[in-house]
């Protein structure tokens, strides 16, 4: 039996939750291996519900049940949090903070310079094992954490380490994405809807067709516009789509959403500095 992690969550928050169900499901721990604490009840009842795993009130004793620490918190409520937990860190904790925009140099300054700490944007399909996820480590962190932060990325999707310059446009990205895509797939089924097809059929078909061509796209290596040309003949009907997804300014609209998010990542580590 390979090894399993004794991991907590300080926030029972959706990501949170996420993430204890996709290990959980992946084998990498056990709902009696993992445990969680929030000050909100209803996140609290949610997590349990969700994952059969414990949930506590208190900070302390969920870093003192775990190998694992996961910051789950909003950037915000960070500083409070870190000086909370600070006294009861141990060697043997490896934190992985899931925070947009605090970065390793804040959670160090606060947990102390030998701490290991991994940062990591991970984003919801982690629930269905297709995440897309990126981390970075600190300088103290160990050949073991990484690789172990990567199994816990890599058993809920694809996983990537990166410099940590890079993590802020990663949560523009990807982290936020999910929420973009669905956007997409909405509209994509509202014209479906306008044009005549059932409401169940239409976001059926356009959550199938996001799916097939980004499974298309990872597993053939495919540049997105050979894609495009594939599909789009001669005066035929996608030209006449693209035609007008270009006229109401798509790509410039997602490229600045990324923008957008990013920025905002950045704005939100400078409000969690201690």
Do not use: Y
Request: net charge neutral; aromatic share 2%; hydrophobic share 45%.
């Amino acid at each position: 039996m390979s090894e399993t992690f004794r991991i907590g969550f300080l926030g029972a928050g959706k990501m949170a939750t996420a993430l204890a169900q996709g290990w959980i499901q992946a084998g990498l721990t056990t709902t009696e291996q993992v445990c969680a604490s929030d000050p909100v009840p209803s996140a609290r009842e949610q997590f349990t519900k969700s994952t059969q795993a414990s949930i506590h009130t208190e900070n302390a004793r969920v870093v003192s049940q775990s190998d694992i620490v996961v910051l789950a918190v909003k950037p915000q409520n960070m500083p409070d949090l870190l000086r909370e937990i600070q006294p009861a860190l141990q060697a043997q904790h490896l934190v992985i903070s899931i925070a947009a925009g605090i970065t390793l140099k804040q959670l160090s300054d606060t947990l102390g310079p030998d701490k290991r700490i991994i940062r990591v944007m991970p984003n919801t399909p982690c629930l269905v094992g297709a995440s897309a996820s990126a981390f970075a480590a600190s300088s103290t962190a160990t050949a073991a954490d990484i690789e172990r932060t990567q199994r816990l990325l890599a058993s809920v999707g694809r996983a990537v380490q990166v410099p940590e310059k890079l993590l802020d446009a990663v949560t523009g990205l990807s982290g936020s994405g999910p929420a973009f895509v669905a956007v997409m797939i909405e509209a994509l089924a509202d014209g479906g809807v306008r044009m005549g097809l059932p409401r169940h059929l239409a976001t059926m078909l356009a959550a199938q067709t996001v799916f097939g061509s980004a499974k298309l796209l990872l597993e053939t290596g495919l540049h997105p516009g050979q894609l495009k040309d594939m599909v789009a003949s001669p005066a035929g009907t996608t030209i006449a789509g693209l035609h007008a997804l270009e006229s109401g300014g798509i790509r410039a609209a997602l490229m600045d959403a990324v923008e957008a998010a990013t920025k905002r990542s950045i704005e939100l580590g400078k409000q969690g500095t201690p």
